[in-house]
């Protein structure tokens, strides 16, 4: 059964800081997801990652995967008081994803950035 | 780009009855829908696949006579919470995808509360 770990759980920054989010899971996967989710929101899609090495960047969010060692980094950089709220890394099971695999979320990470 | 309409946004229900909420592709054959549930603070908790035309699959834990799940068209699948109770309070997240590799998109969410 695919487990998928996130750490840490809660985050809190300094605007301005670097830091990194990690998610670790259990199977071999195609594909892991990276989400942001505000409160009372649904999910914002911001990374998907399909192969080892797979590295992706929007503003200052970079995301990248790990498939051999079965992990996925979020790093931010210099974060922003609108960078808060809370990450989901998220990763198909088996099958694979275009055989029907589903997601398997890891538990969030509540990032909050105070200036 | 492709759009999950969820509806209601929110629905306060009386304990002992039953709540229909829908998810509806708006542009694109949904082939395959996932429903997922989250409590407060908690990750999203997969709680049944639907394939059209198909029944549901649904996860450990999941009871399937309390959760209705109905994908009759390629547009629009339906989870029906029977005899709600104030555990059942969450909130409701669809996903739906098409086939293949496409993409996987969330709908906004149905907030539940059960009084």
């Known amino acids: 059964e695919l487990k998928v770990e996130q750490n840490p759980l809660f985050l809190s920054m300094q605007e301005g800081k670097n830091y990194t989010i990690y998610c670790n899971y259990s199977t071999t996967s195609d594909r892991l997801y990276w989400y942001r989710q505000d409160p009372g929101k649904s999910l914002e899609s911001l990374f998907v990652?399909?192969?080892?090495?797979a590295v992706k960047q929007e503003g200052r969010l970079m995301a990248s995967l790990d498939t051999k060692a079965r992990l996925s980094t979020l790093h931010i950089t210099a974060a922003v008081h609108d960078l808060s709220a809370t990450y989901f890394c998220a990763v198909v099971s088996r099958p694979r994803y275009n055989q029907g695999g589903k997601l398997i979320f890891g538990q969030g990470t509540e990032l909050s950035v105070k200036p | 780009g492709a759009v999950v309409s969820q509806h209601p946004s929110w629905v306060i229900c009386k304990s002992g009855t039953s709540v229909k909420i829908e998810c509806r592709s708006l542009d694109f054959q949904a082939t395959t829908m996932f429903w997922y549930r989250q409590f407060p603070k908690q990750s999203l908790m997969l709680m049944a696949t639907s394939n059209e035309g198909s029944k549901a699959t649904y996860e450990q834990g999941v009871e399937k006579d309390k959760f209705l799940i109905n994908h009759a068209s390629l547009t629009l699948s339906t989870l029906t919470v029977t005899s709600a109770h104030p555990e059942d309070s969450s909130f409701y997240i669809c996903?739906?995808?098409?086939?293949?590799?496409?993409?996987?998109?969330f709908g906004n969410g149905t907030r539940l509360t059960v009084t």
């Open positions: 996903s739906a995808r098409n086939t293949g590799n496409s993409p996987l998109h």
């Open positions: 990652l399909l192969s080892n090495g």
